[in-house]
């Protein structure tokens, strides 16, 4: 089957669903959307054993993502944080514009910690539309969302360029501007975003990694999907991905690399998309290239491999 090249009407769906996610925020009260409804296993070795309570709200967005992809019905395969691996049952034909297999790839609340104390920060919503062929190392890009949901801030991209504006509640986005990120070139003007917020990263991460993070010159401790949309915007100048899950990196990096920022994993090899959503990463991303080999050079000077911290967990 010959499918359609264009990627806007995948664009226009997912912008609309990242607008009612807003919406979802705004019209459920702290209180009730801050109710755990889920647990994880807290074993050891057990997918994010650390981080183990799943809110309301992160089941409502998830819940509406996934209706949304069978009420118009697209052949999707679901790699999300909340559900893990779900293959959608459209209710209908899809619009010709819609009509291919996707992996649908989310992180429907990114941030809920915060939001459980309601300290309205790095709230976000992140989901990102790629190609399914049969193999799934060969998936593409076909749009990518990152929305903040206390500001409306949105990143996001096409098959082909990355933007950012403030997203209505109608999936319009105002004002749209084109982003690219910075030029800085030399790690000490540098600065960097690695997520620290959690005891369970901070602690390992700030020790086995201060040969670098004492050469830059601010360090941001977010991270997540929105990291790598703050190197494509130019507010960031490495994205220091450690240990993070897959539906924390497939819509970020999409953006990221419409963008023009330098991508790749600790020991430089490009990263390919993966359908296993319980794997975990350490990628780099960097403003530009000669940023880029500049960190690459201390982590091969100190040993750390692709598979550096993965193995513990």
Request: proline share 5%; charged share 25%; with cysteine.
């Amino acid at each position: 089957m010959a499918y359609q090249e264009s990627s806007a009407a995948w664009l226009e769906f997912a912008l609309k669903m990242a607008g009612e996610a807003v919406n979802q925020v705004g019209k459920t009260s702290q209180k009730a959307g801050a109710q755990v409804v889920e647990t994880r296993d807290s074993t050891t070795g057990s997918y994010r054993y650390w981080d183990t309570e799943t809110l309301r709200i992160d089941k409502d967005i998830e819940g509406y993502y996934i209706e949304q992809l069978a009420e118009h019905g697209i052949d999707a395969f679901v790699l999300s944080e909340e559900v893990g691996s779900l293959k959608i049952e459209p209710r209908t034909a899809p619009e010709i514009a819609l009509d291919r297999p996707i992996y649908f790839v989310s992180d429907p609340f990114d941030g809920s910690l915060l939001y459980k104390r309601n300290i309205p920060a790095f709230w976000y919503s992140a989901l990102a539309i790629y190609t399914r062929p049969e193999k799934p190392e060969f998936a593409e890009p076909l749009a990518a969302v990152v929305i903040n949901l206390a500001s409306r801030l949105t990143h996001y991209c096409d098959a082909k360029q990355s933007f950012e504006g403030t997203l209505d509640s109608w999936g319009r986005i105002d004002k749209p501007m084109a982003i690219k990120p910075n030029s800085t070139k030399e790690l000490s003007d540098s600065f960097l975003e690695t997520y620290l917020m959690k005891p369970h990263y901070m602690y390992p991460t700030a020790e086995q990694f201060k040969f670098l993070f004492n050469k830059v010159k601010f360090i941001l401790p977010n991270g997540g999907p929105c990291g790598f949309c703050d190197v494509a915007s130019g507010r960031i100048d490495v994205y220091f991905a450690y240990k993070q899950p897959h539906t924390d990196i497939y819509p970020g990096i999409a953006i990221a690399e419409k963008a023009g920022c330098a991508i790749s994993t600790f020991e430089g090899q490009p990263v390919k998309f993966g359908d296993d959503v319980e794997r975990r990463f350490n990628i780099i991303c960097t403003a530009n290239k000669t940023l880029h080999e500049k960190v690459l050079k201390l982590l091969q000077d100190h040993k750390i491999t692709d598979t550096h911290g993965l193995e513990e967990d």
